[in-house]
Structures are given as structure tokens and as C-alpha cells.
């Protein structure tokens, strides 16, 4: 048997034990299949711990009994409990067995009771999501700490449009925000806006870095949303690494535990194709995190006539290393992959659904955009998702599945 059959067995008879232990030692005080107020009224125990032994006698399934359960120390406290209220020696030595039982298999995992739920997360998805929630939280904070600025939250929405060059490809408006940014303290000018600067390439037309509005310029301080955002464009360094531009705050800027808020919207035209003419079976929008938040929020606004199959689009999240021009063909190639369970969910048509508590004023920012590129928000249908503690360093993927569309 392998150690995680071994340990599964264990948790199952754990659990077994301690439900016979627990139902012999409260249902003769409290009758057969108590509720959980019965055993409050009892037992003189808080309505969480009640709950808690409630489950632990049903025991229906053994690993969500098991990760319900009062810690040994808890359960000897319930054992105290029924002492007093008149339980049989025998019921209570047995219910001490089997805590017993409990303590010895925690002491064979080096942190306890945490490396027992990691353990069973496998099992529990409730176990799951609270420690993925932890792991990020304390991700979050510590890198925020390392990188010295952290903010309340982030946005990225993609808004893709018909190309009014070709029938071939799609412009795509890429708006970006941070809520509540703040430093932490003085230090290193941070990157709060980079995208990629398209050089000419011989024989081909590559995309083009544009103004929301569709003017070209170099300098991506003029795609700064200043009529949305609390810190003046002239607070922001340009530089160039490479083929990435970025915008950094000016050393100094903001002042330390000072909140800002900052947009920045920009227009790639033919950044996408429309329609599959190869074997690539999806395009992807790529968002690298920059910076720790609190919570993230990633739209995606697709126009009526694209991409049909990507209803709703597939988001995962990529490790360092994901290249999108490389993998985007393969959305089935998770070498890089670490969560492939973020949703995003449908929010209609148009934006009456598009105000976020995490963003005020999104739908301002968003109607501001549509007006200034000359589209119709009724046009183009709305997708969501959210998460909490979002991993800097880490891209969120947005794949649109390709069709044939009119080639068909």
C-alpha cells in the first residue's frame, strides 16, 4: 500500500473511532441523532463546538469529518463537558482512546494539525480553498513587503474589437488600474505599467502601440488615464528594457503609506487574429502581475461577431516561464500551469453589470473608453473574474478559442 493509501485508511478509521466514541458517550445524554442546539443545551458548549461534534458523530464522509473535527484539545473539553453531565466512565474512557488516537496521528506530521488539513485537502475541497487562500495571503504580504508597495486592488480588461484594417484580425484595448497603490516604504522606483514596444520586422507588419483613440506615439505616458487616476502623469519615469516599455513611479512617488489610484489604456491594433488559418487553435491574452494587491479583477469584453466558441473564455494561471507565443497553440501543455480553476463568468451584454466593489468608478473608466474609441458597449458581451491574493510574478491567461468562423 503507498503512504497516501496508508494515511487514507488511518483517516478513515480515525474517523470511525471517533464517531462510535463521541455518539456512545453524548446520544444517552442527549438522544439519538442530536441536533447541534440539543448538544448547546446539554453540554453547555458554544454553538461552534456543537456543530462540530455533530458532524463528527454523522462521520458520512470520514476526510471532511476528520477536518470538521475539534482539535484533541477541544474534544477532551467536550469530554469534560459530558463528565459533568452525568456520562458513563466507560463512554468516557473510550472517547479518550480515541483523541488519543487523534493526538498520535498529529504528531507524526511536523506542523501538526495544519499538515493534517494540508493532507487532507486532497479529499476536502473546503480544506483546499482555505489553504490556498492562506498560502496566497501570506504570499501576498511577504512579497509585498519584499517589493515595498502593495495595493487594495488590481484591474486588467481586455476589450476586443473587428480590425478596421483587415477581416483578418482584432484590435484589442488593454486598460490596466491599480486601487489603493501605496509604498511601503522609500526604495527602488517600482514597474507599475509594461507592454511589449513591436518592432518592425522585414517582409511583415507587426502590431501597433496606439492611444486609446488610435493615435501612435512612443511615449506610453499619453495612454495615462489622468482624468481617473489620483497621481499626475508627470509623477511616472519611462524606460526601456529590451522590447518592454515601462512606466515606474518617479523615485519619491507617492509618499510612503500614501494611497493612489492609477489607469493606463492603450490600443494594440491587429494584436489578434479573428479566425483559425492554421493549427493554432487559440489566441491568448497575456496578464504578467507587477505588483502585490489584495484582490484582482480581470474583464474581458468580447464584440458580438468574435470568437463564438470562447463563451465564456478559459483562464488559467502560468508560472515564470510561459511564453505565449510559443504555447498559445497548446492550451493542452500545462508544464508551466499551477491553477486552471479561476473562472470567469458571464455578465451579459453592455456594462450595466460592470460596477466592481473592488474598482470604483469602473464603469466611468469603461464608458470613458468605449466612447473614446467610437464603440458600442451594447455590442460586445462582458466576462469576469476575480481573486483574491493574486500572485505577483505570475501571468493570469485569458484563451480564445479560434473557429473558422466565415471560412467554415
Not at 511577504?142 to 502593495?150: C, D, L, P
Request: glycine residues 8%; proline residues 7%; negative net charge.
Amino acid at each position: 500500500m503507498t503512504q497516501r493509501g496508508a494515511l487514507d485508511e488511518r483517516v478513515a478509521g480515525l474517523s470511525e473511532e471517533l464517531a462510535i466514541a463521541f455518539r456512545a458517550l453524548i446520544e444517552p445524554l442527549v438522544g439519538s441523532s442530536p441536533r447541534a442546539t440539543d448538544v448547546q443545551e446539554r453540554l453547555g458548549l458554544d454553538k461552534t463546538q456543537s456543530w462540530r461534534v455533530v458532524q463528527l458523530m454523522g462521520g458520512e464522509d470520514p476526510f471532511e469529518a476528520v477536518y470538521e473535527s475539534p482539535a484533541p484539545k477541544g474534544l477532551l473539553g467536550i469530554v469534560r463537558a459530558a463528565d459533568a453531565a452525568g456520562a458513563s466512565a466507560e463512554a468516557i474512557s473510550k472517547a479518550e482512546d480515541a483523541v488519543e488516537l487523534f493526538e498520535n496521528l498529529l504528531s507524526e506530521f511536523p506542523d501538526g494539525r495544519a499538515g493534517l488539513d494540508a493532507a487532507l485537502a486532497a479529499h476536502v475541497p473546503k480544506a483546499r480553498d482555505a489553504l490556498d487562500r492562506d498560502a496566497r495571503r501570506k504570499m501576498a504580504q511577504g512579497m509585498a513587503q519584499i517589493f515595498g508597495v502593495r495595493a487594495s486592488a488590481r484591474y486588467s480588461a481586455a476589450i476586443i474589437v473587428p480590425s478596421e484594417e483587415d477581416g483578418v484580425s482584432c484590435d484589442v484595448l488593454l486598460l490596466t488600474g491599480y486601487v489603493g497603490f501605496r509604498r511601503l516604504r522609500t526604495g527602488p522606483k517600482p514597474i507599475v505599467f509594461a507592454g511589449r514596444h513591436y518592432k518592425a520586422v522585414p517582409g511583415a507588419e507587426p502590431p501597433r502601440l496606439l492611444t486609446l483613440d488610435g493615435r501612435g506615439d512612443d511615449d506610453p505616458r499619453l495612454r495615462y488615464m489622468e482624468d481617473f487616476s489620483t497621481l499626475p502623469a508627470s509623477k511616472l519615469d519611462l524606460e526601456m528594457s529590451g522590447e518592454e516599455l515601462r512606466l515606474m513611479l518617479a523615485a519619491g512617488e507617492p509618499g510612503v503609506n500614501e494611497p493612489v489610484t492609477m489607469f493606463f489604456g492603450q490600443k494594440i491594433a491587429r494584436g489578434l487574429r479573428r479566425h483559425k488559418i492554421d493549427d493554432r487553435p487559440f489566441e491568448v491574452i497575456n496578464n504578467l502581475l507587477k505588483s502585490p494587491s489584495d484582490a484582482a479583477v480581470f474583464d474581458t469584453l468580447i464584440h458580438k461577431d468574435l470568437y463564438p466558441e470562447a463563451d465564456p473564455p478559459k483562464l488559467t494561471i502560468e508560472r515564470f516561464g510561459f511564453t505565449p507565443t510559443r504555447q498559445s497553440s497548446r492550451f493542452e501543455d500545462d508544464a508551466f500551469r499551477i491553477e486552471d480553476s479561476i473562472a470567469a463568468k458571464s455578465l451579459g451584454d453592455g456594462l450595466a453589470r460592470s460596477p466592481s466593489r473592488e474598482v470604483p468608478r469602473l464603469k466611468e473608466v469603461l464608458e470613458s473608453v468605449f466612447a473614446t474609441s467610437g464603440e458600442d458597449p451594447a455590442d460586445y458581451r462582458l466576462y469576469r473574474a476575480t481573486q483574491v491574493y493574486p500572485l505577483p510574478g505570475f501571468s493570469v491567461v485569458t484563451w480564445l478559442k479560434l473557429g473558422l468562423g466565415e471560412r467554415e
